[in-house]
């Protein structure tokens, strides 16, 4: 795998990362902006894949598997602050929790 | 600078923009159009450069290409992701991105991490996802009342139809990939200064190399098991096989730090989402919304 290949794979995983980031940015639905991080997770393993390729060293595809882990702690917790933020106020939008903001 | 990279980029950034979920869209075929533009001028530029750093060759086994099969992954999961985004139905959304990690473990299987494509399509797709699905159905039935008032957008609230921030959002986005790409890409030809690839022979370190094929090398051959491939001498170790030796025996630290962080992560869950809490009881006891 030349270094050429690697970088269409590292192009795919920077898009698929900006595109996660747009996602955060702009979407106003809790479970959506989380949704989003997940995108950039996966351009994240991408890119850890493609250099555990280009190395011929398993050490990317083990990240990948911590990475799996965190994502997965990380949602299951995430979807049980929004489920007991949204048993407050019957609203999923991030704008109705702004009253710390400025 | 290439200048045909960042017309790219800004074509593909403005196309996520214009389809971008707002009140009234009616820019969104076009902006479907702009983007589908710039990934195709994207994959152009790709190929071109492989045509010039290392001449044009016939068929797929050139030097500076992926796989054919590369570029129709990464146009399915980057269509996925942008429909992720740019949904604002969230169950809707929440299926694009399972298509996300379906292209996402194909491209891993391109990637030789066919161990790894699968645990993608059974943990992400199979467990993260259904979870995210559940958690979506289950708070979408107080915002019933509160959304739209009748016509096609009854079920989705106001703010699943707007965003906030998009254009910054989007800039920041440009940006990012277009520095990414710019120093990336026309330099590809250009090799690191000390790379070491081992073409062929996975580099974990010598010792465990040796220890794996004298293990599968006294394997015992006389008995009645079926012959599988795994019991010739000196055979190439699988990807579950090398990833299983260095995930155990490098890695095995982090892999029991994962697995309490597991465990701190599910306890907290429960916590977390428990129904007869302290401030419910004060707040009266009464039936909340999302029961």
Redesign the interface.
Known sequence: ?????L??????G????????????????M??M???T??MF?GV??NL??F????????G??F???L??????????A??????L??RR????V?EWSEMQG | MDYALLAATALGAIGLYLMLPRERAPLVRLGGLLGAMALAGFFLFLVRMADQSFGPTAGTGAEGRPPVYFYLFAAIMIGGAVGVVCQPRPVYAALYFVLVTLAGAGLFVLLLADFMAIVLIIIYAGAILVTYVFVIMLASQGTTEAGGGGGANVATPAYDRRTSGGLVAVAVAFVLVGAITQVLLPAADKPIATVATYEGRPAVSREMHNLMVASLAEAPPASTAPVSQTATPGAQPSNVQLLGSSLFSQYAVSLELAGILLTIALIGAVVIARKNTQEHQALGGGKLPAE
Do not use: K, W
């Open positions: 795998m030349s270094q050429l290949v970088y269409h794979y590292l192009a795919v920077a898009i698929l990362f900006a595109i996660g980031l747009v996602g955060f940015m702009a979407r106003r639905n479970i959506m989380f949704l989003c997940e995108i996966q393993a991408i894949i493609a555990s390729r280009f190395h011929m060293n398993p050490s595809q083990s990948v598997i911590f799996l882990t965190i994502a997965a702690a990380e949602a299951s917790l979807l049980g602050l929004v489920v007991l949204f048993r019957p609203t999923l939008n704008d």
